[in-house]
């Protein structure tokens, strides 16, 4: 009983050591855990895709059309005129423009419509046993007129023709559009919309996500197409029969885009 008594004590302390170590040791592993804790929320997070150059990008192309039928046609009409005289051609020449002008004028084409956009004078020879003589001259003028009313084309053709018989010739047809955005605009906008698809197929294939547009660039600037050519005059209704038949049809305007996108994670 004395010698327990004597070693009670000093299995205490004994205990007493062991216990305070133990927590020594759970409150190092509690502030460690709390070390790691912070380090973890310290981590910065992923940065956004961004524009910048060290950035990774994504460059696509599209295409697309638009259609539309035309509404203006700009007919270029031939006058000529030949005579004895350079004077008396160039008068006779005047005179007949003057009545194609009138009919023009008489089935609503405006004076900012027709243009004078060509006139030549010029001698005319011929060549009996090979020695030029001189036989007379001729008058050629040219008129463009810008035909804004399709219900009126062929007529006012037809008048133009009638007014100035065999002096005139119709040189070409071109339709076009009086407001040629709308047409351009649907082609910019289905070559914008594959842009978009073609760069959301690769940025998943590749695992990864789209970020801002860059830039967006239009390379094609769409243009009109000439729908005809030269027409003679026996092509041309006569004076009194229906108006001459123009077809329009439909005009394609084609675009093409670049789009540069930044790529995310």
């Known amino acids: ?21 133990l927590g020594a040791v759970l409150l190092g592993a509690a502030g460690l855990g709390l070390v790691l804790t912070g380090v973890a929320a310290a981590t910065p997070p992923v940065a956004p895709a961004s524009c910048a150059n060290s950035a990774p990008h994504l460059t696509v ?11 203006v046609l700009s007919a270029v009409f031939g006058f000529s005129t030949t005579a004895s005289t350079s004077a008396a051609a160039l008068n006779q020449n005047n005179t007949e ?3 194609a002008l ?8 405006a004076k900012r419509d027709t243009q004078t956009t060509g006139l030549n004078l010029s001698a005319q020879y011929a060549y009996p046993h090979g020695v030029p003589t001189l036989t007379g001259y001729q008058a050629i003028e040219t008129i463009t007129a810008t035909l804004r009313k399709p219900s009126t084309e062929g007529t006012a053709i037809d008048d133009v023709v009638n007014a100035t018989g065999n002096a005139a010739q119709v040189n070409t047809l071109t339709f076009s559009f009086g407001n040629p955005a709308v047409v351009q605009d649907k082609a910019r906008t289905a070559a914008v919309h594959q842009a978009v698809a073609h760069a ?32 003679d005059n026996e092509a041309l ?6 108006a001459l038949p123009l077809e329009p049809g439909t005009q394609i305007a084609s675009d093409e885009v670049t789009m540069v996108y930044a790529l995310g994670h």
């Open 97 to 99: 423009v003057a009545l």
């Open 237 to 242: 209704p006569a004076s009194g029969a229906p």
């Open 102 to 109: 009138q009919a023009l004028t008489a089935k609503g084409v």
């Open 200 to 231: 959301e197929a690769m940025a998943a294939a590749a695992g990864r996500t789209l970020g801002p547009v860059c830039s967006l660039t239009d390379n094609t600037q769409p243009t009109g197409l000439q729908a005809g050519q030269g027409l």
């Open 61 to 71: 192309e599209g295409t697309g059309q638009g259609s539309g039928t035309p509404d």
């Open 1 to 21: 009983m004395d010698e327990q008594r004597k070693k009670g004590p000093a299995g205490s302390r004994r205990r007493i050591v062991a216990v305070v170590a």
